[in-house]
């Protein structure tokens, strides 16, 4: 029977405490947000006393089943003032279960400011370290000094210099098979709700751990057969498939095809350096550079898809990993840089002072657009990221804000945010669905919320037309489905082989029956995934929003986006139909 | 002319034909079928995935009518994003 630990930050206590029934079904987002929505008043400022930072494997992570090694972090955001769940690869979400828990729960504040303390789990139990000489360190060394006191192999969750300044664009880092700190639950924040709590980092170390519970063995694996034959049959996730060969960044070329590629904050959907910042380029230069740069790379032992990657440098080096699509587009074309290595660098500051690279590339592009540097000035961009926002200087501090506080900084009127959080990598003025999951997902701008994408450009899962503004089913179904699929652990890109094989979809649900002894079948995907989004929206409405906050930026409604000439028209009652269930 | 962008393995049709920068073709044709274009271009069938005629996917590209002045991007098979 697993258990969920609190971790009391108040008098660094620690209690193991069984789960309760209305938590039991739960994993991953679905925990974060039940607990969040429970315990935590919607109220409380996010960086006080009130609020809670959870952490959750999923339901079937630390099992036999393939590419499942997500972490859930879930809160409430500084950023956006919302509910937020952002989740992770790399090595915790497997350690975290094998120990027999299903979460954290981290609770309270210091009593005294400055605190920094570190948080060792063992089969043997909980215990607070001193960390004060790790305070203000960047996360490649905090990775490198944590794996030489505890050994390699322990899985290490931790924030940088951004969170211990409580930025609201700090994420919370994960390190991965080769201890690199290029795993992100970037988005919303929550490394500023870690920072505040005191908690630089956190050890697991899952050695000699009971492991997970299965209730039914046999339907166990009769389910992950049928998830991973899926899986590897399918064109996106098959071995030399698309993600397998070039990454996610192989979806630049398409994206700035369609026209949907944001270009020099939103003025544009086409970049005119994209080829060469795209992953068939990195593909290439990785190859030729001949070092330890690879593509086909995975982010956690028993993954199947491997769509990360390691970049070089030209001499064959570690430059960072991962160049992804969203890191490269936010600090590459969003900020009219073209360069591989240029963008690398940057991927590789906010890796190490622990932001998020959409949010930073946001907040950046906007600077960029209120004339403090221009666009594609990438030196000024690294100097923003290494001298400014690692130092917490005044300037730091307005860009490791976010866009939205660097738009209001800088006067500037084209802040492409939801709710408070800087947009991703597709246009929704070129891609309606996905405009409508920004404007109506819990958690603001977020393309994984619901990512319509799939249908609309992939054309997987059924074929949607991206310029058509009738898309409120089409985004509350995927909205549903990932609410879902984030609390089970798997990987969202296990979705493209769920969504076009049957057989896929009954494995992967099948397999989180199996573990929790539940009669789950794939008919109630919908109604699990609406209790998610029901319990989030819950949370949202009693902390004051309102469908008024439904609403992309006002500017994409009056500015015709190049090459399309097209504005987002899709009308407010469309927006408002998405959560009327 | 057509103005056909090209990617992955089916950039070695155009002049210049490395990851760095656009791959285009120019197929002198008037008017004809997305087919027949890259019939021209000697890009079989098999060989393509998606295929964008003026930024906009096309499920169905092959009888689609293109004239001078259309862009037409054409992804390879390996890069099959699309389950049909």
Redesign the interface.
Known sequence: MSRLLRVNMTDRTTTYEEVPEHYRHWGGRGLTSMVIAREVPPTCHPLGPNNKLVIAPGIVSGTAAPTSGRTAFGGKSPLTGTIKESNAGGLSSQQIARLGLKGLVVEGHPREAGQSWLLKITKEGAEFLPASDLAGKGMYEVCRTLWERHGKGVAIIGIGPAGEHRMAGAGICVNDMENTAGRYAGRGGLGAVMGAKGLKAIVIDSTGGPGVAIADDEKFKAAIAKLTEASLKHDVTKKEGALNTYGTNVLANIMNEAGGYPTRNFRSGRFELTAQISGEAARELIGKRNGVGRTGHPCHNGCIIQCSNVYAHPDGTFHTSVLEYESVWALGANCGIGSLDDIADLVRACNDVGLDTIEMGGAIAVTMEGGLLGFGDAEGAKRLLTEEVRRATPLGRIIGNGTEFAGRAFGVVRVPTVKGQSMPAYEPRAVKGIGVTYATTTMGADHTAGYTIASEILGVGGKADPFKPEKAELSRAFQASTAFIDATGYCLFDAFAVLDFPEGLEGLVESCAAVLGTRWTVNDVTALGLQVLKAERGFNEAAGFTKAHDRLPEFMKYEPLPPHGVVFDVPDEELDRVHAY | MIEV?L??GLRRHAAQA??????VAWVDLPEGTVAQALARLGIERSAV??V?VN???D?APWERRVRSGDRV?V?PA???????
């Open positions: 962008h990617y992955g490395g990851p760095h920068q656009a791959s995935s998606n964008f930024g906009r996917y499920a991007g992804f390996d890069m099959r994003l699309l389950y049909v």
